[in-house]
């Protein structure tokens, strides 16, 4: 049996947290021997903010190198930038003209981004889920592994491919999201009711994957927490705290007892020490990995244009399909 197909991806817009390392990539690492997966840098989706036109260059090029960094393997899975596959921005627009403003309105990552960014309201931020729904449905996926935040993305996909497939009989596959849930909303540091975000405005908030590990000791003994001095989990009367266990828990992938245990009769200052010292030693060797790969752009560019190469086949066979069955000339 032909192994089932994952596709997922992240916004090439500022540097990646520690949420994106669990909420996703370290995932995907995981997931690698058992799935036929590709994953991408969406640095189309980055354009639906301002961006300085060289950061964002650098940018799709530092997740890259953190893809690889953190595990994935280039032999093994599709690695590539979005842009560099035009399928994605053809059959995007295919899809706007089946999704309905509605629907697009009701998205809560629409919402929020309007609200931060009112200045800049562009068309292209409220179409964005077409987009994702391009980029997912053009390699017929059956998993995309995302965090929480994102499934709302993932059932305007599933609509949209539905609808496509009522009108035109089956074309697309039907995608399942894939949330872990471990770490499926790691949240920020000093606000531990939103979650970490690569565009916080406080940077105390944020666990950076290239922080230093005196700034990451730094920010975790800031982290807010409350009164108790007790490690408990409870996310709604603890929120600062469980997040914190909740950060431990995926690294060392103990239960949430298990570290009640380990911290029983502790104080926050111990407990928060042994969270930073966790989190410094899963990403030392991850960072001086990315250094190496950062510094040979040759090696880089190898592997996105074979990535690209080997996406657009897929892509192109089903963007074509996709045309013969609306009367669109191939
Ligand atoms: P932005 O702040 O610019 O919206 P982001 O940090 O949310 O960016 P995305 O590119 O939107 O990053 O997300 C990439 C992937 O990382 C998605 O699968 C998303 O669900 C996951 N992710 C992002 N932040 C978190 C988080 N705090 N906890 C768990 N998963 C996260
Ligand atoms: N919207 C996603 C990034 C993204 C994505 C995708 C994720 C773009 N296209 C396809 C999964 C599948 C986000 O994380 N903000």
Redesign the pocket.
């Known amino acids: 049996m032909s192994k089932k197909i994952i596709l ?1 991806g ?2 090439a ?2 540097k990646l ?1 520690l ?2 390392y ?3 990539i370290d995932n995907w690492v995981k997931m690698q021997e058992e799935y036929n997966c590709y994953y991408m840098i969406a640095n189309l989706h980055s354009l639906t903010v301002r961006n300085d036109p060289e950061t964002l260059k650098n940018n799709t090029l530092k997740i890259l190198a953190i893809y690889i960094a953190a595990g994935l393997d280039p032999e093994k899975n599709t690695i590539f930038i979005q842009s560099q596959v035009k399928e994605h921005a053809e059959l995007g627009w295919i899809l706007d003209c089946y999704t309905y403003m509605g629907e697009l309105s009701r998205m809560t990552q629409f919402k929020d981004k309007a609200a931060k960014h009112a200045d800049n309201i562009n068309a292209g931020l409220f179409t964005y889920p077409a987009l994702m729904a391009a980029d997912i449905l053009l390699y017929q996926a059956n998993l995309v592994p ?5 499934m709302q993305h993932l059932e305007i996909t599933r609509d949209i491919a539905e609808r496509f497939n009522k009108l035109y009989g089956e074309t697309f596959v039907m995608p399942e999201g894939y949330v872990r849930k471990s ?5 920020g540091l000093q606000d531990p009711n939103q ?5 916080a405005t406080n940077l105390n908030d944020v666990i950076f994957l290239e922080d230093e590990p005196d700034v990451i000791l730094k920010k975790f003994k800031k982290a807010v927490t409350d009164s108790e001095n007790e490690v408990r989990f409870n996310p709604e009367t603890k929120p600062g705290v469980s997040n914190l266990m909740q950060i431990y828990s995926s690294i060392t992938s103990k239960t949430m007892q298990e570290i009640e245990k380990e911290f029983e009769g502790h104080g926050y200052g111990d407990f928060k020490t042994k969270v930073a010292e966790a989190v410094i030693e899963k990403l030392e060797p991850i960072q001086k990995k990315y250094k190496e790969i950062l510094d040979n752009p040759k090696y880089l560019e190898e592997i996105y244009t074979k990535g690209a190469e080997s996406a657009r086949k897929l892509a192109s066979e089903t963007l074509n399909m996709v045309k013969q069955k609306i009367g669109i000339i191939v």
């Open positions: 997922s992240i916004q817009t500022g947290t949420g994106n669990l909420g996703a995302v965090g929480e935040d994102q770490s499926a909303r790691i949240m979650k970490m975000s690569k565009s």
